[in-house]
Nanobody, 126 residues
């Protein structure tokens, strides 16, 4: 049974930073493609960042250069370091695992589907 538990969300002023964490269990962590999505009220879910099993990373244009995805195999934890935060980054952020196909960025949008999802952690930027 795959479990993904996010943490690290909160409220921050514009220009600030946050680091989200996702604790993973129930599968062979290192072999999984994983990523982060977000969804703001009234908006569609948006892919933020993904890291493939070989360590390659992909980012939506809206966060490229400001966000960084990484993983710690020993701790079975996925991270999203967010810097230079903007009010438009306000959303519920979800961790996800087991990509259905390779992540790709098309016209600035990160396109990837996942089999497993966490419950989300709220990020509010004012």
């Amino acid at each position: 049974h795959v479990q993904l538990v996010e943490s690290g969300g909160g409220s921050v002023q514009a220009g600030g930073s946050l680091r989200l964490s996702c604790a993973a269990s129930g599968y062979t962590y290192s072999s999984y493609c994983m990523g982060w999505f977000r969804q703001a009220p009234g908006k569609e879910r948006e892919g933020v960042a993904a890291i493939d099993s070989d360590g390659s990373t992909s980012y939506a244009d809206s966060v490229k250069g400001r966000f960084s995805i990484s993983r710690d195999g020993g701790k079975r934890t996925l991270y999203l370091q967010m810097s230079s935060l903007k009010p438009e980054d306000t959303a519920m952020y979800y961790c996800a695992a087991d990509c259905r196909g390779a992540p790709e960025v098309v016209r600035g949008t990160l396109l990837v589907d996942f089999a497993y999802w966490g419950q989300g952690t709220q990020v509010t930027v004012s």
